[in-house]
């Protein structure tokens, strides 16, 4: 890590014009406030709030970090404790990227995540060190199409997760689908970590976002 440059809690500000969305497919758009639901309302025990704040580079190389105290570039590593946030936002407390692909690594298995897939794109995770009966999931862009998110004109794709031993097999998570915006990251989708690793980890809805102090979504989601 001694070789990593740092960067840490950059205002959105410098990255978009004021007031303007993330509009380049980021799972989780930096500095953004994110509310997500585990059960589809508002109930504060059931909202997590992530905000990506911090990350490391190293050349074309970069690991996000969720919800971290400001530090000085003096510490190595520069990454503090957790914030203390809205619900137990750590089932998921880093996620990485490399040639502007994201990926959540566990052991020998990782979990590529193409946010640029197009219609019909497929690709397979394996899942040799999880307590999985499958050998791999297949994940399939499943659907593309063009909205309005909270006054905003967005795209939006689907991605289809299936279990996979030479073809689909039977699971509890087929036939989920994550949901992504163009504009706000993740609009549904599980922990990444459940496609290396198992367990049945919840399944979170995106109620409201706040980017440059501008609400978007359910007023009753942003406690803060």
Avoid at 49 to 77: A, M, T
Avoid at 78 to 98: A, H, L, P, R, T
Avoid at 129 to 137: L, Q, R
Wanted: aromatic share 18%; hydrophobic share 35%; glycine share 6%.
């Amino acid at each position: 890590m001694r070789n990593l440059t740092i960067l840490f809690i950059l205002p959105l500000l410098s990255l978009f014009p004021r007031n303007a969305v993330a509009d380049n497919w980021d799972l989780f758009p930096f500095n953004q406030s994110s509310y997500y639901s585990d059960d589809g309302t508002t109930s504060f025990n059931h909202l997590y709030h992530y905000v990506q704040d911090s990350i490391f580079i190293s050349g074309s190389f970069q690991i996000y970090y969720f919800n971290r105290y400001p530090c000085s570039f003096s510490k190595d590593p520069c990454i503090y404790e957790k914030v203390k946030e809205i619900g137990d936002s750590v089932e998921m407390e880093s996620y990485s990227q490399i040639n502007g692909n994201y990926f959540y690594a566990s052991g020998t298995d990782t979990a590529f995540f193409y946010q640029h897939a197009h219609l019909n794109d497929t690709w397979f995770i394996t899942t040799s060190g999880s307590s999985y009966s499958f050998d791999s999931i297949r994940i399939t862009c499943s659907a593309e199409s063009e909205a309005q998110m909270w006054g905003v004109n967005d795209s939006t794709k689907n991605f289809l997760i299936e279990a996979w031993n030479n073809g689909a097999v039977t699971s509890y998570f087929n036939g989920y689908q994550f949901e992504l915006s163009k504009n706000f990251g993740f609009l549904k989708w599980k922990n990444l970590k459940i496609l290396l690793e198992g367990g049945n980890y919840k399944d979170y809805t995106l109620v409201g976002a706040v980017i440059n102090n501008m609400k978007y979504g359910d007023p009753a989601s942003m406690k803060k």
